[in-house]
T-cell receptor, first 112, second 111 residues
Framework: NAGVTQTPKFQVLKTGQSMTLQCAQDMNHEYMSWYRQDPGMGLRLIHYSVGAGITDQGEVPNGYNVSRSTTEDFPLRLLSAAPSQTSVYFC???????????FGPGTRLTVL | ELKVEQNPLFLSMQEGKNYTIYCNYS?????LYWYRQDPGKSLESLFV?????AVKQEGRLMASLDTKARLSTLHITAAVHDLSATYFC???????????FGEGTQLTVNP
C-alpha cells in the first residue's frame, strides 16, 4: 500500500492563480480530510469528507473547494490564491470515527 | 468552540530525564490523539485514546486520558535524543475524524 499520497510536494503560485492539490489513498478509507499548518501552529481543518459524494466545511474553508467523486481521491482546489494561503497542506484519511488518521507527506505552497 | 491547549510549548530536557506534556481541552470528548512530527515531515500517529482512564504505552512514551478533567498527558521516561520532535495532541469532538489540534510541544533532548 502506498498509503496517503499528495502531489505536488512544492508549489509556487502568484496571487490570483488557481490550482488543485491532489490527494489519494489506497486503503479504502471512508473518511478524508484536508488540514493546513502554519508556522508555530497546530493543524487546522479546511474541509472533510465522510464518504464519496459527501463533503463539509471545517474550521477554515474560505477560499477552498473540495469534491469527493471516488473513495480514493479528495482534491483541494484553491480558487484564487492569496498570500494568506501560503502554508503546508496535509491530507489525511481514516477508516472511520475514532480511528487513527493517516497523514500524507504534505504540499508546501507559497503564494507570492 | 473547542479549544485545545498544550503546555509547555517548548521543552528542552536532558537525556535520561522524565517529563510530562499536558493537553487540556475545553469541551467534552472521549476521542484524543497524539502525533509526532519531525522537522519538515508529516505527522506520525502515536496514540489513540478513546475512553476515560485510557492509558497506552509505547517504548519511552505513555499517554493517558482523563475525560472528566478534560486532560491528556504524554509522559516521557528516560528521554533519548531520538525523541526530539514536535508532539501534537488533537481532539475529535464532533466525530467524522474532524480533529482540533493543539499548538504542539517542541521537544529537544540534549545529550
Amino acid at each position: 500500500n502506498a498509503g496517503v499520497t499528495q502531489t505536488p510536494k512544492f508549489q509556487v503560485l502568484k496571487t490570483g492563480q488557481s490550482m488543485t492539490l491532489q490527494c489519494a489513498q489506497d486503503m479504502n478509507h471512508e473518511y478524508m480530510s484536508w488540514y493546513r499548518q502554519d508556522p508555530g501552529m497546530g493543524l487546522r481543518l479546511i474541509h472533510y469528507s465522510v464518504g464519496a459524494g459527501i463533503t463539509d466545511q471545517g474550521e477554515v474553508p474560505n477560499g477552498y473547494n473540495v469534491s469527493r467523486s471516488t473513495t480514493e481521491d479528495f482534491p483541494l482546489r484553491l480558487l484564487s490564491a492569496a498570500p494568506s494561503q501560503t502554508s503546508v497542506y496535509f491530507c489525511a484519511s481514516s477508516v472511520g470515527t475514532s480511528a487513527e488518521q493517516f497523514f500524507g507527506p504534505g504540499t508546501r505552497l507559497t503564494v507570492l | 468552540e473547542l479549544k485545545v491547549e498544550q503546555n509547555p510549548l517548548f521543552l528542552s530536557m536532558q537525556e535520561g530525564k522524565n517529563y510530562t506534556i499536558y493537553c487540556n481541552y475545553s469541551t467534552t470528548s472521549d476521542r484524543l490523539y497524539w502525533y509526532r512530527q519531525d522537522p519538515g515531515k508529516s505527522l506520525e500517529s502515536l496514540f489513540v485514546l478513546l475512553s476515560n482512564g485510557a492509558v497506552k504505552q509505547e517504548g519511552r512514551l505513555m499517554a493517558s486520558l482523563d475525560t472528566k478533567a478534560r486532560l491528556s498527558t504524554l509522559h516521557i521516561t528516560a528521554a533519548v535524543h531520538d525523541l526530539s520532535a514536535t508532539y501534537f495532541c488533537a481532539v475529535d469532538m464532533y466525530g467524522g475524524s474532524r480533529l482540533t489540534f493543539g499548538e504542539g510541544t517542541q521537544l529537544t533532548v540534549n545529550p
